[in-house]
């Protein structure tokens, strides 16, 4: 029988207070209510570490250097205490050991560490998928351990106990599928349509929406999904619906030039095609590098690299149609126009003070 969360730390050496906080900790990045604590510890003291396997195919790695720089817990804490990382082709050390035997090039090393892992934790194992999977040229437009990647995924995928794709490649074939698609890629959920696939989109995926998904199956099992497959929890609500920007759109105050005045006030990035309006995620609450920042708030309008297809849609940069004003029967123009001049003091008051309210509790934090 493999070890407890609990006795993992113990034998670490963590003590049981610092265990209770790390608790305390999860409970918040899994997305559930603090009065989960009691549920999550028992988990964390009762369940068995959970093995992931975690393979690569056409992509950048966005997700796992996104991954590796999670802010808490940090990557290397998670690996070594949290989940059992048994395969990972880009963090693991004995990547790429091979020799040539006979005139072939035969792999060691992985590939039995691998065949090894599949075996002894068949219908137990976590499978995460990074990369698209190329189907053209029958699959050689990506090869893993002398095999296209393809064959890689169905191995993996069969004895999962859960599939999770984690970055825009994965969830929808990302960049190696724009348009013209010459490798054919596609994504995990289209390549396996009969599994439950968990997408984690993002290009990349917010590193602590990767280990929060992760640590929610390995403790809880499924969590409920959006109708493309995503964690609710996380991609729950429009970035417009969190982003601090949002009194700026309601009063028609919008940047029209990415160096005009009202950007330098920090108004709404709307006019210069920002896409938070229909992009699902959380980066308007979590922000990134533990929540220092997130791309609006360093003044780039969202580019909804969460969404499908982001890359085809419209061209960055240019405003979204038909975008409704809540509470108003006209347009943003218009709105922007009349609103501009009588609002202003007011908002930059409210947001001046938001925003010291902000980094005065980031610097307590710290
Ligand atoms: S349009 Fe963009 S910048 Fe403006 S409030 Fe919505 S998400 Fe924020």
Redesign the pocket.
């Given at each position: 029988m493999g070890k407890t969360y609990w006795e993992v730390f113990k034998e670490k050496g963590i003590s049981r207070r610092e265990f209770l906080k790390f608790a305390s900790y999860i409970t918040g990045l899994m997305g559930l209510a603090p009065s989960m604590v009691p549920k999550v510890v028992h988990a964390l003291e009762t369940k068995e570490r959970v093995p992931v396997i975690w393979i690569h195919g056409l992509e950048c790695s966005g997700p796992s250097e996104a991954f590796i720089r999670s802010a808490a817990p940090y990557a290397s804490d998670l690996l070594l205490n949290v989940i059992s990382a048994e395969i990972d082709d880009i963090l693991q050390a004995s990547a790429g050991v091979y020799y040539e035997e006979n005139g072939k090039i035969v792999y060691k090393g992985y590939l039995k560490h691998e065949e090894d892992a599949l075996n002894k934790y068949r219908g137990k194992y976590i499978m995460v998928v990074e990369g698209s999977i190329p189907l053209g040229n029958d699959g050689k437009y990506c090869i893993v351990g002398g095999k296209p990647f393809k064959e890689e995924v169905l191995k993996v995928a069969e004895g999962a106990a859960a599939i999770v794709a984690v970055g825009s490649c994965a969830t929808w074939g990302g960049i190696p599928k724009a348009r013209p698609n010459p490798t054919q890629s596609v994504g995990v959920m289209d390549f396996l349509p009969n599994k439950v696939v968990i997408n984690v989109s993002g290009c990349p995926p917010i590193p602590e929406v990767i280990t929060g998904t992760i640590l929610h199956l390995a403790l809880f099992g499924p969590m409920p999904l959006d109708e493309m497959g995503r964690p609710k929890q996380f991609f729950g609500n429009r970035?417009?619906d969190t982003?601090y920007?949002?009194p700026?759109?309601n009063a028609g105050q919008f940047v029209e030039k990415p160096d005009d005045d009202a950007a330098k006030k920090g108004w709404?990035?709307?006019k210069i095609g920002?896409r938070?309006?229909t992009t699902y995620n959380s980066c308007g609450n979590m922000r990134w590098f533990g929540g220092i920042s997130y791309p609006?708030q360093s003044g780039a309008?969202?580019i909804g690299c969460a969404e499908p297809d982001f890359w085809d849609k419209d061209p960055f940069f240019q405003r979204l149609q038909n975008i409704p004003l809540p509470n108003v029967e006209t347009t943003a123009d218009k709105v922007g126009a009349i609103a501009a001049g009588v609002t202003a003091g007011a908002l930059a008051v409210h947001a001046v003070a938001a925003g010291i309210r902000h980094f005065n509790k980031k610097d307590d934090e710290h």
């Open positions: 970035i417009h982003c920007r949002r700026f759109f709404c990035l709307y920002c938070g309006p609006i309008p969202c």
